[in-house]
């Protein structure tokens, strides 16, 4: 099949456009220790225990980070850790509403939005709420 990469844009206290491995087998996104410095991640005061691929298990820091990929935006976890090249995880995926097209090798949107709050998808204008207020 072959890998999938994409450009992200990665932000945190500061913003950083980085090529991504895509990796569907990957639950949450990795990047390198050099890059979370970079972009300021805050991490949680304790590491978290996960198992690799190959079984071992690795205690990462995690922190929040905000993915952008075109116009689809949203905040996801990101574990920092010893990677060759950043890991765009399939936590991160769904919460921006993509999938993996494998035969045209690119991302492909699994959904028309990227975050849903309370049912409802998102959208750019402000709902008016009216209420009345009377004394008690």
């Known amino acids: 099949m072959g890998h ?15 090529r991504m491995l895509v990796d569907t087998g990957a639950t949450f996104s990795v990047i390198p220790e050099s890059l979370a410095r970079a972009v300021g991640i805050k ?31 949203a905040p996801a976890t990101i574990l920092v850790g010893g990677v060759v090249e950043p890991i765009l995880g399939v936590e991160t995926l769904e919460a ?4 993996v097209d494998s035969r045209r090798r690119r991302l492909a949107p699994s959904r028309n939005y990227a975050v849903r709050l ?19």
Request: charged share 30%; aromatic share 2%.
């Open 96 to 99: 921006l509403g993509l999938t």
């Open 4 to 18: 999938v990469h994409q450009r992200v844009k990665l932000s945190a206290e500061k913003t950083a456009t980085v």
């Open 118 to 136: 309370g049912g409802l998808p998102i959208t750019p204008r402000p709902a008016v709420v009216r209420a009345r207020v009377t004394s008690a």
């Open 43 to 73: 991490r949680l005061r304790r590491s978290v225990a996960i198992t690799l691929a190959d079984g071992r298990r690795v205690k990462l820091d995690a922190g929040t980070a905000i993915f952008r990929i075109g116009k689809r935006e």
